[in-house]
């Protein structure tokens, strides 16, 4: 059981924006800034996307973009494309012991 | 070209023990915190464990905590994770990946990840 808790799925057409939402608790998201966002298509490593709930790394589209409210972060995709399609998944920091925990996951289909 | 390379993955029976390694190379090891992840067939990514720059910090998921241990030798470029005990759960794939800033204690965005290793516990 995830403490990160993610949509199993959302799908848009090819120009619309989607958000996936990560809920968590006020000790861990609703507190620290240390949600990252990850890309995984199948068979292939994650590809960092968003860290510090809203900073892109290097080389990430425009498109993709962070933010956070309470105990919810949010990963929103505009000009959806073919490509995006595939798994995300979030992370933060939950306590000083564990360190971090990843959400379920969120499967994106582009229609 | 900054890359992670894991190895040590196998078949063992319930109660054994493997150790991973991940050889890293195209940056300045000691200078990032790095971290074990693993994925379950079918299932979603699992934190594991991490350990600092310097390898003076380490953390643990509970669902490993007293059985797996990390380490990194910086002389080396190259992080382990010894895992003992296994249990039928433990099997995934065990990827490592790199803490995105050059922060020694910076864990939480990881940039570059290997292709992983595959550890499979079963009699």
């Known amino acids: 059981q995830s403490a990160l808790t993610q949509p199993a799925s959302v799908s848009g057409s090819p120009g619309q924006s989607i958000t996936v939402s990560c809920t968590g608790t006020s000790s861990d998201v609703g507190t620290y800034d240390y949600v990252s966002w990850y890309q995984q298509h199948p068979g292939k490593a994650p590809k960092l996307m968003i860290y510090?709930?809203?900073n892109r790394p290097s080389g990430v589209s425009n498109r993709f973009s962070g933010s956070k409210s309470g105990n919810t972060a949010s990963l929103t995709i505009s000009g959806l494309q073919a490509e995006d399609e595939a798994d995300y998944y979030c992370?933060?920091?939950?306590?000083?012991?564990?360190?971090?925990?990843f959400g379920g996951g969120t499967k994106l289909t582009v229609l | 070209e900054v890359q992670l390379v894991e190895s040590g993955g196998g078949l063992v029976q319930p109660g054994g023990s493997l150790r991973l390694s991940c050889a890293a190379s195209g940056f300045i090891f000691s200078n990032y915190a790095l971290t074990w992840v693993r994925q379950a067939p079918g299932k979603g990514l699992e934190w594991v464990s991490a350990i600092s720059g310097s390898g003076g910090t380490t953390y643990y998921a509970d669902s490993v905590k007293g059985r797996f241990t990390i380490s990194r030798d910086n002389s080396k470029n190259t992080l382990y994770l010894q895992m003992n005990s296994l249990r039928a759960e433990d099997t995934a794939v065990y990827t490592c990946a790199k803490g995105y800033l050059e922060l020694g204690s910076y864990y939480y965005g990881m940039d570059v990840w290997g292709q992983g290793t595959t550890v499979t516990v079963s009699s």
């Open positions: 510090d709930v809203s």
């Open positions: 992370s933060s920091y939950i306590s000083s012991d564990t360190l971090v925990v």
